[in-house]
T-cell receptor, first 115, second 115 residues
């Protein structure tokens, strides 16, 4: 079985400040990890993903995430928050011993950006 | 099409009624997924199609839920004898080949309200 835990259902930062959204996972096989963003009344949009290779992955809109196997983490960061970053962010993991294709999502973190 | 299209965007139905939700994936995408997102939660897997066949339907909550994809393109999620607990946003996603490392493209969802 696999699971995803996102610490902090709400995170508030000031515009220009560092964004850090936490994600920890459990998986019985090497995981593939994803971050998605969801704007109000829209579907989820892929921000970035880790499959194999370099553990620091860069995504769209200046976001990046680092896969740390020893910590079973895949935290999302952005050096400087912008007002347009306000949204809900979901971490997801793919992978199981049965080769299941489905993603398992965390419960999400709502990011607020204060002016 | 350019993106994943879901219709209707909103559906209100009475308890006990039957509903159909439609998903039109990106042209050429062989993999199609249905997820359900309840308020304040991450998406929860329902069913995965590879071509015309349901490769994994382990997420369907009970036998009131059924989905088809007869020609390997458009899919319909069918819910019989709807219950108030079925109220949620139903998300459809597609990917090119259904490989574990593929990211999905999500539609904007159908918000189902059972009254």
């Amino acid at each position: 079985a696999q699971s995803v835990t996102q610490l902090g259902s709400h995170v508030s930062v000031s515009e220009g400040a560092l964004v850090l959204l936490r994600c920890n996972y459990s998986s019985s096989v090497p995981p593939y990890l994803f971050w998605y963003v969801q704007y109000p009344n829209q579907g989820l949009q892929l921000l970035l993903k880790y499959t194999t290779g370099a553990t620091l992955v860069k995504g769209i809109n200046g976001f990046e995430a680092e896969f740390k196997k020893s910590e079973t983490s895949f935290h999302l960061t952005k050096p400087s928050a912008h007002m347009s970053d306000a949204a809900e962010y979901f971490c997801a993991v793919s992978g199981s011993s049965t080769g299941r294709r489905a993603l398992t999502f965390g419960s999400g973190t709502r990011l607020q950006v204060q002016p | 099409g350019a993106g994943v299209s879901q219709t209707p965007s909103n559906k209100v139905t009475e308890k006990g009624k039957y509903v159909e939700l439609r998903c039109d994936p990106i042209s050429g995408h062989t993999a199609l997924y249905w997820y359900r997102q309840s308020l304040g939660q991450g998406p929860e897997f329902l069913i995965y199609f590879q071509g015309t066949g349901a490769a994994d339907d382990s997420g369907l909550p009970n036998d009131r839920f059924f989905a088809v994809r007869p020609e390997g393109s458009v899919s319909t999620l069918k819910i019989q004898r709807t219950e108030r607990g079925d109220s949620a946003v139903y998300l459809c996603a597609s990917s090119l080949a259904g490989d574990r490392e593929d990211g999905y493209t999500f539609g904007s969802g159908t918000r189902l309200t059972v009254v």
